[in-house]
């Protein structure tokens, strides 16, 4: 864990960056790719193929995720496990929990069971801007938690 004390300024800005961000990109209800596009630089990239093929922007991914917590519409972090930052980088890996209680997963209507994973945010930031997010998640034991089909993360696409 980064001892806060031992940051820079701008360390400290990046890593209040990254965190507002996945603040946005993780509550209910507001998460989308218009409530976080004022974090974001303009040729942004996201980069997590097995996460959510096809994504490829954090705007695009806030979005995305944003219709995942209309699933799991109590989704929240249970706690940020390791907080690393140096120079324009900064690493999160978290705990978050929901419950699919909102809207069916395709043709599975909420079961109401309760999932808890955890995940690595990696991110990269220029001129107060983030430019890169690199999301490793291994979202298996959240479906199986879930009871959603597991075909569904066994798929890769780039």
């Avoid at 820079?8 to 409530?35: F, H, V």
């Avoid at 705007?59 to 799991?72: F, I, N, P, R, S």
Wanted: hydrophobic share 35%; aromatic share 10%; charged share 25%.
């Amino acid at each position: 864990m980064t001892d806060p004390q031992n940051l820079t300024d701008q360390e400290r800005a990046n890593l209040d960056l990254a965190k507002e961000y996945m603040r946005i990109a993780y509550t209910p209800g507001e998460a989308s790719g218009d409530a976080v596009t004022h974090l974001c630089a303009p040729d942004n990239r996201f980069v997590g193929p097995t996460t959510f093929p096809g994504t490829e922007t954090l705007e695009q991914y806030a979005d995305v995720h944003g219709e995942l917590m209309t699933k799991l519409d109590d989704l929240h972090f249970v706690s940020f496990d390791v907080e690393f930052v140096k120079d324009d980088r900064v690493a999160l890996r978290y705990t978050a929990q929901g419950t699919h209680k909102g809207a069916p997963h395709g043709d599975i209507q909420p079961t109401g069971r309760q999932a808890t994973w955890t995940a690595c945010a990696l991110f990269r930031v220029e001129n107060g801007e983030l430019v890169e997010f690199v999301k490793e998640w291994n979202k298996l034991p959240m479906w199986e938690q879930l009871g959603w089909p597991v075909e569904e993360c066994l798929t890769y696409s780039d």
